[in-house]
């Protein structure tokens, strides 16, 4: 079993939508949360990131933690073409502070 | 946000020779960089942790032989692919953590480089 799971899409939704991008992970020890966002043949762009349960916002992002569910999200509003990359929710390593990624999942914002 | 630059972005280069990628932390000093390869369509796979003033450590199946990594300061650190196959064409990415950032999960990662070994 992986420890993070990620539907890898495509997902595809008209522009103004809110986009639901969701993780699900499987170790309990895992402590820090992250999204990150890659746009083709570009580098990854650290999104969002937090520590415990419950809602991060900023702009047009809310990350979302449930770790009583092992269940992380990430909301966008208001969606835009711009908004059209691959979305990646990565596990944290381990004492290396290595990240890990899977797959991710694709976006893609029709005009 | 922190900025890591890579140098080149792009190469290509014939079979057999050598290549070296840098990765710069502009803005910010790391301990700690991270080497990726990702090919088309797939995730970013992690190669190696480099660590300055010691020896990387790779993950298992990389050849360390093969891609060889020097993190000489606390600012820049290189990758080199030595003897590069058609097979070694991929988009190298590189990370660093900013050790200053409070934060020992954050990193940030440069724009990438391309090579194509023909």
């Known amino acids: 079993q992986k420890e993070v799971e990620q539907d890898p899409g495509p997902l595809s939704v008209p522009e103004g939508a809110i986009v639901s991008l969701n993780c699900t992970y499987s170790?309990?020890?895992?402590?820090?949360f992250m999204w990150y966002r890659q746009y083709s043949r570009k580098g990854p762009e650290l999104l969002m990131y937090t520590y415990s349960s419950g809602n991060k916002e900023d702009g047009r992002f809310t990350a979302q933690v449930d770790k009583s569910s092992k269940y992380i999200s990430l909301f966008i509003r208001d969606s835009q073409p711009s908004d059209s990359a691959t979305y990646l929710c990565p596990r944290d390593g381990s004492s290396a502070s290595k990240i890990i990624f899977g797959s991710g999942t694709r976006l893609s914002i029709r005009p | 946000g922190a900025v890591v630059s890579q140098h080149p972005s792009r190469v290509i280069c014939k079979s057999g020779t050598s290549v070296k990628i840098e990765c710069r932390s502009l803005?910010?000093?790391?301990?700690?960089m991270f080497w990726y390869r990702q090919f088309p369509k797939q995730s970013l796979m992690l190669m190696a942790t480099s660590n300055e003033g010691s020896k990387a450590t790779y993950e298992q199946g990389v050849e360390k032989d093969k891609f060889l990594i020097n993190h000489a300061s606390l600012t820049l650190s290189t990758l080199t692919v030595t003897s590069a196959h058609p097979e070694d064409s991929s988009f190298y990415i590189c990370s660093a953590r900013d050790q200053a950032s409070g934060s020992e999960e954050t990193q940030y990662f440069g724009p990438g480089t391309r090579l194509l070994v023909l």
């Open positions: 803005d910010f000093q790391a301990t700690t």
């Open positions: 170790n309990s020890a895992f402590q820090y």
